[in-house]
């Protein structure tokens, strides 16, 4: 969730969508993502939107805001999408994220899923995941949500080293994050991921490498490992504004990035976007994918987005004005916009590039596929898969792949 949404125009009250949005609904992949926004902490480099129970002044589970509220709008707010969608697609996904889905607990982990087929089908073979954090995730839990029909689960671990996690203010301990990895596949999850975090300051390689062995310990089959951004308005940049902390080095980051893709590829890990890593095919995310390759999605929660046919929208953000918005009938949605052309030809290249199928060339014009020559020259697209009528990141690419997909999209 970005901490700034986008200005948009108004959403109607009933939520209701274009039809030229609807017009081809179904013949894309389909996804239902929900959003969890409460956390027991907030951490220093954090700026989703995500409340702790302080945060909210809650007094009751009456509250608006509290999570008995929040599950009762998410079913409203089910409700309202089947209805608006009309014949809605069967599910291909369906990703808890948050926030940390796994404070829910047992119970309510599963309330969600049985919201969610109360008001959609999930296609067989869908892809459930959950997000969790170590310390509110226990085997009893594990147990009762792969009954219900989670398959995947998404852990952040983000370092196994005790100083880097106190800097980034995290809660568990080093060994807890595989630790729920084992506990997971004893219980049936047929999928683990473990996010990591690099660049952290005082962080070093060799903490690094401890985090990566301990994830290839883990028995996990993906990874996400991302760069340490520090976001304006957290915790961490103030501390960085005054000079406790350095800023993350760009090169710095890059060797990390180089450490994290020898170490992984060399444990039979292969990357299949910027900053995923895989053990095989059936290991990747199909959630994100659906983002990465202009599917359609329903983002249910406070400040979810949501993507159908060229429409996008995002909830209002507080879980009290969620709650009251769905409880009153209205849509929660703040405001939308229709995706042009351009836009959406834009948003094509900076995805798909990232990919390991990378982009169609006749997907760009003229002066996008110059670009593409002399990126290829450069040794940032592969040669050979250009020469095939493909835009594929070398691992040198992938270190500038923001700049060379705008330099591809014409930007």
């Known amino acids: 969730m970005p901490s700034v949404p986008p200005s948009g125009e108004p959403a109607p009250p009933d939520g209701a969508l274009p039809a030229s949005s609807l017009t081809a609904l179904g013949t894309r992949p389909f996804g239902i993502y929900v959003h969890v926004p409460f956390c027991a902490t907030r951490c220093g480099y954090c700026d989703f939107n995500t409340y702790t129970a302080s945060d909210l002044g809650l007094t009751s589970s009456d509250d608006p805001a509290s999570p008995a509220s929040w599950l009762e709008g998410l079913r409203r707010e089910l409700d309202l999408a089947a209805q608006v969608l009309g014949t809605p697609p069967a599910a291909d996904t369906v990703f808890l994220g948050g926030g940390t889905p796994s404070l829910l607990g047992a119970e309510g982990l599963v309330a969600v899923l049985d919201a969610v087929r109360s008001s959609f089908s999930l296609r067989p073979g869908a892809e459930v995941t959950t997000e969790a954090n170590p310390e509110s995730t226990t085997p009893e839990l594990l147990a009762a949500i792969t009954d219900a029909g989670y398959t995947r689960l998404s852990l952040g671990m983000q370092s196994d080293v005790d100083h880097v996690l106190a800097v980034l203010d995290r809660r568990h301990t080093p060994g807890a994050a595989a630790r729920v990895v084992g506990e997971a596949l004893d219980a049936g999850i047929g999928h683990v991921n ?18 990566l062995d301990a994830v290839l310990a883990s028995g996990a089959d993906h990874v996400s490992a991302y760069s340490l951004i520090v976001e304006a308005g957290t915790a961490l940049a103030r501390r960085v504004a005054r000079g406790e902390l350095p800023m993350p080095d760009d090169d ?160």
């Open 194 to 211: 473990l996010d990591l975090i690099y660049g952290t300051p005082t962080e070093t390689d060799a903490d690094l490498r401890r985090s």
């Open 252 to 411: 710095v980051l890059a060797d990390r990035y180089e450490i994290v893709d020898d170490t992984l590829g060399a444990a039979g890990f292969g990357w299949y976007e910027v900053s995923n890593w895989a053990r095989s095919t059936d290991a990747r995310c199909r959630h994100n994918q659906i983002y990465w390759g202009g599917g359609d999605w329903w983002g249910a929660g406070p400040g979810a987005h949501s993507h159908v046919g060229g429409t996008r929208w995002w909830n209002v953000r507080h879980p009290a004005r969620y709650s009251a918005a769905l409880a009153e009938g209205r849509s929660p949605a703040e405001a939308r916009e229709r995706v042009t052309p351009e836009e959406a030809h834009l948003e094509q290249v900076l995805l798909e590039v990232r990919t390991v199928d990378g982009l169609a060339a006749e997907a760009l014009d003229g002066p996008g596929r110059a670009a593409g020559e002399q990126a290829a020259q450069e040794g940032l697209l592969a040669p050979d898969a250009w020469a095939g009528g493909r835009a594929v990141l070398t691992r040198r690419g992938r270190l500038l792949a923001d700049g060379v997909a705008i330099s591809l999209a014409g930007a």
